[in-house]
């Protein structure tokens, strides 16, 4: 008797996906020609794809790393190619790579530098990854101190006597906040640091160099330029904005209505101004404004104003993401108990930089990028290099090599800083999926 059940008996045996939906035939009829609108879209691309490349990359192999000037570069190009032939001629880069990173840096000392960024970069590790040993942090304050002594060399004291105008700062904070207030106590913390720097350091820093002296050679700021003044211009301003801004974003929420019209009028007028504008003030107009026979670093200039241009919008960054805040977690660090600092400290500061991760990146990226306006003052950064590399008879006529050079340098530094904020916003990411 036949069996007439409409539910199977046996289990069917496993059978393999389909070709055409799996592999990469699969993933290409999904992504790419999941309809003959997309299909159309994605030979248009490609088409365009392999339209620049099939110009760009014979160029970029066809090309001469040995020659040691344009003349030469063009005439290997045409032996080993052809004479109707254009390649790019990378021995300019070979033969001045050293010039783009380091500028005029002395070559018997290029330890230095690359002794500082890698301190620099051991100081930043435990700041960027929680992971590592929080003992590193003891590194990370030490830092800020050794690496512009390592750069700009001199007295081992003036460091020293930098991070004693900190110290007296805490003490002053610590003493006088216990008697009236953190806002009396942060007062006197910076008076104090102030007095020590600008009364009290340099004579210190004298009896200590007579007493024990101790230095290394030291080096005029106008030996710094390429890749290595970028990166101290760019560094020290994304590091010092950061908390600055914080502090500004704070202010311009305040109560208290000195404080909140200080921040609002810095904010305001550093935003409305070009950074062009500030460099040139840096460069120039600042000297009329400093008593005679002053001595003011023209790097340090550079760095206070891209510092000062920086924080302003860091702190409207931050500004929107306390903003972006629900009244509920003010007011749940108010039924907790926590003062004013700890709330801020530990529930809403900690949300509100959390929302703002990819504009203060983006900020960040652009603040680096902006280091390159510094060679319209007359500072050798990498695009000052390359006019200085360029005015050299022998390779005079060289563009678009030394531009690319340095378009991938700041590729690879931009590109690293994006990948960083991705992975700290899927590190934070605490909402339910």
Not at 34 to 53: P, T
Not at 237 to 254: E, N, Y
Request: net charge positive.
């Amino acid at each position: 008797m036949s069996d007439l059940s409409y539910v199977r008996k046996e289990m069917l045996s496993q059978q393999a996906a389909p070709s055409t939906s799996v592999g990469v035939i699969g993933w290409m009829r999904e992504n790419l020609f999941s309809s003959w609108l997309n299909g159309l879209l994605s030979l248009v691309a490609l088409y365009l794809v392999y339209s620049v490349l099939s110009a760009i990359l014979p160029w970029v192999f066809h090309s001469s790393w040995t020659a040691n000037s344009l003349q030469e570069c063009r005439q290997q190009i045409s032996t080993a190619y052809g004479p109707d032939a254009h390649g790019a001629c990378w021995a300019v880069i070979r033969e001045r790579y050293l010039q783009l990173i380091f500028g005029f840096y002395p070559s018997e000392l290029y330890w230095r530098p690359i002794l500082a960024f890698g301190l620099a970069l051991l100081a930043l590790a435990p700041v960027l990854f929680t992971g590592l040993p929080r003992k590193m942090l003891q590194g990370s304050l030490a830092a800020p101190f050794l690496v512009p002594w390592l750069l700009w060399g001199g007295s081992f004291w003036i460091p020293v006597s930098a991070a004693l105008g900190f110290v007296l700062g805490y003490v002053a904070f610590r003493v006088v906040s216990s008697l009236a207030g953190s806002l009396l106590g942060l007062i006197a913390a910076v008076a104090a640091a102030v007095i020590w720097w600008l009364t009290l350091a340099s004579a210190w820093v004298g009896v200590m160099d007579g007493v024990i002296p101790l230095g290394i050679e030291a080096i005029s700021s106008r030996n710094f330029g390429g890749f290595m003044l970028s990166i101290t211009i760019g560094l020290v301003a994304i590091t010092v904005s950061l908390p600055i801004g914080v502090m500004l974003a704070l202010g311009r929420q305040s109560n208290l209505i000195i404080v909140r019209a200080i921040c609002v009028g810095f904010i305001e007028f550093i935003r409305g101004v070009p950074l062009i504008t500030l460099l040139f003030v840096a460069s120039v107009l600042l000297n009329y404004f400093l008593p005679p026979g002053t001595d003011f670093d023209i790097i340090l200039r550079v760095i206070i104003m891209v510092t000062i241009f920086a924080s302003a919008y860091m702190a409207e960054v931050v500004r929107g993401g306390l903003a972006a805040l629900p009244k509920g977690q003010y007011e749940a660090a108010d039924a907790l108990g926590l003062d004013y600092w700890k709330a801020q400290r530990l529930i809403i500061m900690p949300q509100a930089l959390k929302i703002s991760i990819p504009v203060i990146v983006s900020t960040f990226i652009g603040v680096f990028k902006d280091t390159t306006l510094v060679s319209i003052i007359g500072l050798l950064d990498p695009l000052g290099l390359s006019n200085a590399i360029r005015a050299n008879a022998a390779w005079n006529g060289v563009v678009w090599e030394l531009y690319g050079f340095i378009a991938f340098m700041f590729f690879v530094f931009c590109f690293s800083m994006s990948r960083y904020s991705m992975y700290l916003e899927r590190k934070l990411r605490t909402e339910h999926r």
